[in-house]
């Protein structure tokens, strides 16, 4: 997807053609960044509860107890750092 199929927000063309350019290069459609960069602006100006609170609720909604999730999260840092196997920092 172009430059072209954006709303026309009365961007310079080099700053769109920048724009593209930093989209191609971040692996994702201009429509896809130019969406990154307002969410991430808008979640800027959420605390950190707010932010968590869909994530919180999920993880009730899923059943899932905090040793199983703590298990569950051992288990993936063994898979990718075996030489670490049992130890902490």
């Known amino acids: 997807m172009s430059i072209a199929s954006l709303p026309d927000f009365g961007l310079?063309?080099?700053l769109l053609r920048a724009m593209e350019k930093k989209?191609?290069?971040?692996?994702t459609t201009a429509r896809e960044y130019?969406?990154?960069l307002i969410q991430r602006d808008v979640l800027a100006d959420q605390s950190f509860d707010e932010i968590l609170r869909p994530v919180r609720a999920d993880f009730?909604?899923?059943g899932i107890t905090e040793k199983q999730l703590d298990m569950l999260d051992e288990r993936a840092r063994t898979a990718l750092h075996p030489k670490r196997r049992g130890?902490?920092?």
């Open 12 to 14: 310079a063309p080099a």
């Open 23 to 27: 989209a191609r290069r971040a692996g």
């Open 34 to 36: 130019v969406r990154a």
């Open 60 to 62: 009730r909604r899923s």
């Open 87 to 89: 130890a902490r920092r």
